[in-house]
């Protein structure tokens, strides 16, 4: 261990010792949808999220390149949907070539379209399956998970716990049936069994008052009484419509999984394994509160971009792109492994934590499922499984 210590140090310097002085613009252009208030204020949406991650981020990246004759600079932008698209163009016209967005796929695929040759973009909110399939577009690497990997995760744990038979409750929104159709495929991918299904309507109405959560509180157990003998529910509510209240409210007692209960995320701020406590006590120092998802998903976005300059010593996006695709990149991102890239679909492979309120339960890949080529590409699409063509060699 301390031999490759030495040698990754020896690297370095040889690397600094021809290094020229580089800076390297990026933007992170987070896109504000309209939303109604989360079920709980505990999940109330801080003013920097995202521009938090990226802030420790290019912290991050200014240490090690202050050593190697790099600056990095990065602008925090915040957009509507009908601003995003201007928003990206104004700030390619600045001569900003690296994106980190986070917005959704219609408008992730719209700035990809109108992205100048050369422009790299990093998507770190849109888990859409089809943009790793035959929506994928080359110039878009996802740092985020996809929907298939965060069911994959959870599917797997459920599977070695020896909890085959699936109670599936799923909204009524396109990003809920979307998530359901991804724990189809994990039923049938890790022999899993749904043994009920069930749309839970949204009809609107005031979630967070009394009259809301006592509204809910009475539907769900007569909601939820007739389904079939299962092990375990999975709730596909991506739209936090309904799943924060199921735990404690079904007809029988059941373990809720999935949009509530066991959620499997990108990232949770009680992970403290593999230098995470250190991680997670230099995001607080920073900013005072508590790292998400999308925090994390800015952080992974940006520190791409910095290990790739730093290995390449260059800061043209081709070459980043390229770099990061091949076999000799790996960013170390505190899930117990080093994370990489598909190079058939530009998603990052990654681990899948599985977490409650307070703890970080497990994290998948769980024992016993293997792949020829990595641990990790048992979640999410393999290559046989996806259509994209535009990262064909």
């Not at 021809?18 to 989360?38: C, F, G, I, S, W």
């Not at 080359?138 to 459920?158: C, E, K, T, W, Y």
């Not at 839970?200 to 389904?227: I, M, N, W, Y």
Request: with cysteine; net charge negative; aromatic share 8%.
């Amino acid at each position: 261990m301390f031999r490759k210590f030495l040698l990754a140090v020896a690297s370095l310097v040889s690397l600094a010792q021809t290094a020229t002085a580089q800076e390297v613009n990026a933007a992170v252009l987070r896109v504000d949808y309209p939303a109604l208030l989360p079920v709980s204020r505990l999940d109330l949406r801080p003013e920097d999220l995202g521009f938090a991650g990226a802030q420790l981020a290019t912290e991050d990246n200014q240490t090690t390149g202050r050593f190697m004759g790099q600056t990095y600079v990065t602008q925090a932008v915040a957009a509507t949907p009908e601003t995003a698209l201007a928003e990206f163009e104004r700030l390619q016209g600045e001569g900003v070539r690296f994106f980190a967005v986070q917005a959704r796929a219609e408008d992730l695929l719209a700035m990809s379209q109108a992205a100048a040759e050369g422009t790299l973009i990093l998507n770190t909110l849109a888990p859409d399956t089809a943009l790793r399939s035959d929506g994928c577009r080359g110039n878009i690497l996802h740092v985020v998970p996809s929907r298939r990997m965060f069911a994959d995760g959870l599917a797997q744990f459920l599977i070695w716990k020896k909890w085959p038979r699936w109670a599936l409750i799923h909204g009524s929104h396109p990003e809920d049936i979307a998530l359901a159709d991804a724990y189809r495929a994990a039923a049938t991918k890790f022999g899993g069994r749904i043994v009920a299904e069930k749309e839970f309507t949204d009809t609107g109405g005031a979630r967070r008052t009394d009259s809301g959560h006592v509204q809910v509180q009475r539907q769900l157990p007569t909601f939820t009484q007739d389904l079939a003998d299962h092990d375990v529910i999975i709730a596909a509510d991506e739209t936090d419509v309904f799943a924060t209240y199921l735990p404690f409210h079904t007809w029988q007692p059941s373990p809720v999984t999935g949009s509530a209960g066991l959620r499997p995320v990108s990232w949770h701020p009680a992970l403290e394994a593999w230098g995470g406590t250190q991680f997670q006590h230099r995001f607080e120092e920073l900013t005072g509160r508590r790292m998400r998802s999308e925090d994390y998903n800015a952080w992974l976005a940006l520190r791409v971009i910095g290990e790739a300059v730093t290995r390449t010593q260059s800061a043209d996006p081709a070459t980043v792109r390229s770099y990061a695709l091949s076999e000799n990149f790996e960013l170390a991102a505190f899930k117990g492994q080093a994370l990489t890239f598909r190079n058939w679909n530009g998603q990052m492979r990654q681990p899948i934590l599985l977490a409650d309120g307070r703890i970080t339960l497990s994290v998948s890949p769980q024992e016993g499922f293997l792949h020829q080529r990595s641990l990790l590409d048992t979640l999410g699409l393999d290559q046989p499984e996806s259509a994209c063509t535009a990262f064909d060699q």
